[in-house]
Structure formats: C-alpha cells, structure tokens
C-alpha cells in the first residue's frame, strides 16, 4: 500500500470512529478514575499548599483581543458578561506550556478510552476556579464552543458543587458567537450536567455549551479540547 492510501485509510478510519462516537453525541461517566485519583487532583488544585497556580481571569466566557479565532468578536466587549474566575492554561494550540499537565493525563487517555480514542491530541488544556457568585442559575454564561474546528471536549468536575453545564441543540454550524450575543439565534437545551466529584462529560465539541455561575459552592473543573 503507498504513503497516500496508507493516509486515505487513516482519513477513512478517523471519520468513521467520530461518526460512531462522537458526532452529535454527548457522554456522562461517574467516576471516571479510581476515589484516590480524584483526591490526588482535588487536593492539587484546591488543596493547602502553593504549588498549583491560579491565575484571574476578567471573564471566563470573554474574548481576549490577540485570539486569532475570536478576533471578531471583540467589537462586542461591551457586551462581555465581566464574571471574573480564575484559570490555568496547561495547553495552548497543541503546544504544551505547563508541567502540570502530566498530572492529568492518565485522566484524559481513560476518558478518551471510554469513546474508543486510542490515539489522541490534546489541543488545549485548561483548569477553571469559580467561587459562589450570587448570580441567579436563570442567568448563564455567554454561550460557546472551545474551538473552532472539529474536536470533542473532555469536561472533568473536580468537586461536588451547583453550577451546571448546559449544552445547547445548536452547533456552530447553526449559529456564530455574535449572531446569539446580538439575539438573533435561539438557543435549546439538549443536556444539563451538574458537577459531581469524579464525574466527566464527553461530548461533540461543535455544540454550543456554557454554565450557570456557582451560587453555594467552589466550582473547579478540568476542561480539554481533544482530536
């Protein structure tokens, strides 16, 4: 077989797995790694010591001016919702830049097991802080999707706590970032996911998602964006 079918093959395998696993779907697994697992990364990112740093973030649904991507909707800053949080980059356009992330990684590889991704890319890695906000469960984050090309996420609640996941029917390719901030799209519901220690939810990265702002608890999740 030459170089070019070896490759049309791998095309061909890659576009099935996603049309059998990942395409339209959303998955949840409780207890996705063993209790001392979920300890160890509970106890890393909000535990009593210095080691991991947080990083604040203006707003966690915001659009930074230098992202190629979101460049676009930077003329509706004004519009920005300005719910401050705190965050940790461990992977940035598939380039590793924090040595943290091995920490999650025997996390990622069995979550990916679970949608029978035996070889996988991490395009980016990031962890979220949020604290008990006040914000109404009726109010959301600005609804959107991580990336701007064909990926699955891999959301991981780090501990119990309020402040859902909502995951929208609509697709980005039903829909663009200012049409919904301007109203002109409607948004359904498809899933809700409370966050619940152990718990990850799999699912097509080209939905439209977002989350309720934490009112009674500290809502820490590990959010990565896979090929």
């Given at each position: ?24 779907q959303i998955h949840v697994f409780d207890n996705i790694i ?135 029917d609509q697709q980005d390719y039903d829909a663009t970032d ?50």
């Open positions: 077989m030459t170089r070019e079918e070896l490759v049309s093959e791998w095309y061909k395998s890659t576009d099935k797995w996603w049309e059998e696993n990942i395409k339209d063993d209790r001392d697992y979920q300890d160890e990364i509970k106890d890393l990112l909000l535990g009593d010591t210095v080691d991991f740093p947080w990083y604040f973030i203006p707003d966690i649904t915001g659009y930074p001016e230098d992202d190629e991507y979101l460049s676009d909707m930077y003329e509706y800053k004004d519009q920005f919702q300005a719910r401050a949080a705190f965050g940790h980059e461990m992977v940035r356009d598939g380039v590793l830049i924090s040595k943290f992330n091995k920490r999650f990684m025997r996390l990622i590889k069995t979550s990916c097991s679970k949608v029978n991704k035996e070889h996988s890319k991490v395009v980016v890695g990031r962890s979220f802080l949020q604290l008990p906000s006040g914000i109404d469960p009726g109010d959301p984050d600005s609804p959107h999707v991580d990336i701007g090309d064909k990926h699955f996420v891999v959301l991981y609640y780090v501990l119990d706590s309020d402040g859902d996941t909502i995951i929208y200012a049409s919904i901030i301007k109203g002109e799209t409607e948004l359904t519901i498809r899933k809700r996911v409370t966050p619940k220690q152990g718990r990850v939810v799999i699912f097509d990265g080209r939905f439209y998602h977002t989350a309720e702002q934490p009112r009674h608890n500290t809502r820490c999740i590990l959010n990565y964006g896979v090929r």
